[in-house]
């Protein structure tokens, strides 16, 4: 299971976009902002085997978060739902090029 406590936390997202990847599945952290909104927490996940420039939009699935350790948290637990809930297309050989 993807656990990003202690690598890749929400100071470190704070500073930086995350990306990684597991058993088939990508994903990328990154804070952003809405006008008029403030700040959040996007979570996005993708197959392998392109980075998420190279992934086309349809391909990708978003989801925001708020931007507090508490919605971190929620991101990461999102993260693994996302992977058990949709396991055979991270593992579908298409996948890996």
Known sequence: MIDLHGQAGLPYVNRNVYTGSY????YRLR???REGEGTFLEAVIYPEPYSFEATAEDMKTCREFSFTQEGFDEAVAWLNQEYIGQKER????????
């Open 31 to 33: 804070k952003a902002v």
């Open 90 to 97: 991270w593992s579908a050989k298409g996948n890996r090029g």
């Open 23 to 26: 058993q088939g599945m990508r």
